[in-house]
């Protein structure tokens, strides 16, 4: 695990002071890849990073420059993983997740991925991500339909994946979760008491917690899924 600086981006992409229009003519990449700086740690989730086509962003949007679109896919995923965002939102104290901030994320550096590891999360994060025509070609994948259901499952396998990536043994990553299951009814810390919230209401159990948990042991039983 490494600070976001070890990928060596540049993050003052919002500094151009070229029109979109003339940006758009140039030799550019067709999409841009940046976070949201207002955030705050009560929501759902805290860092909330996104690939997505060319255009015009504000001040509270920060892009990411200088990194090809596959090495994109594999950082906006770790920073969409439950360890990731515990860790922003236990940093973080106001409501903006600027690039001071950012530069100190627990990231897992490129070197640190196999082969395999590499392709199984840009596999899965294509599906993810590849729901429209203009992302599909960005991706280079073909589109994927929206299925809730499916989406679940790849995003804890995922989640599952960067648990064991940051070296995480069962507990911890069930604690990280939801912290009451592990240290007892009445516990005062509450780590995403919202998606739990949100998931029983709407499922009549914490569905993430399980699906992550239900992957996790898959995968140190079975080791990465394939297709």
Same mark, same amino acid.
């Given at each position: 695990? +490494? ?22 003519? @140039?030799? #550019? ?7 949201? +700086? ?11 990073? %996104? ?8 001040? $509270? ?5 200088? =990194? ?8 906006? #995923? &770790? ?5 990731? +965002?515990?860790? !922003? ?8 997740? &600027? ?14 991925? $196999?082969? !395999?590891? *590499?392709?199984?999360? =840009? ?7 590849? #729901? ?11 589109? #994927?339909?929206?299925?809730?259901? *499916?989406?679940?499952?790849? %995003? ?6 960067? !648990? %064991? ?31 739990? !919230? ?6 009549? /159990?914490?569905? $993430?917690?399980?699906?992550? %948990? @239900?992957?996790?042991? /898959? ?9």
């Amino acid at each position: 695990v +490494d600070s976001i600086g070890q990928f060596g981006l540049d993050l003052s992409g919002n500094s151009n002071t070229k029109s979109v229009a003339e940006i758009i003519k @140039e030799e #550019t990449p067709k999409w841009c890849f940046g976070f949201r +700086d207002i955030t705050n740690s009560t929501n759902s989730r805290t860092c909330i990073s %996104m690939i997505f086509p060319l255009g015009g962003a504000g001040n $509270t949007l920060p892009l990411i420059s200088d =990194i090809d679109i596959e090495d994109a896919v594999l950082l906006n #995923t &770790n920073l969409s993983t439950f360890i990731l +965002d515990y860790a !922003a939102r236990n940093k973080i104290g106001g409501t903006h997740l &600027n690039q001071f901030y950012f530069k100190q994320l627990p990231i897992i550096p490129l070197s640190a991925y $196999t082969e !395999a590891e *590499e392709a199984f999360v =840009i596999r899965c994060s294509k599906k993810l991500l590849g #729901t429209t025509k203009k992302m599909a070609e960005i991706l280079s994948c073909p589109v #994927t339909i929206w299925n809730d259901d *499916e989406r679940a499952l790849l %995003m804890a396998r995922l989640d599952a994946f960067y !648990a %064991m990536k940051y070296g995480l043994e069962r507990g911890e990553l069930e604690f990280i979760l939801d912290p009451e299951a592990v240290m007892g009814k009445g516990y005062p810390t509450q780590t995403f008491p919202q998606v739990k !919230a949100n998931d029983i209401a709407k499922y009549g /159990e914490y569905r $993430t917690k399980r699906l992550v %948990m @239900e992957a996790y042991d /898959e995968l140190m039983r079975d080791g990465l899924w394939q297709d």
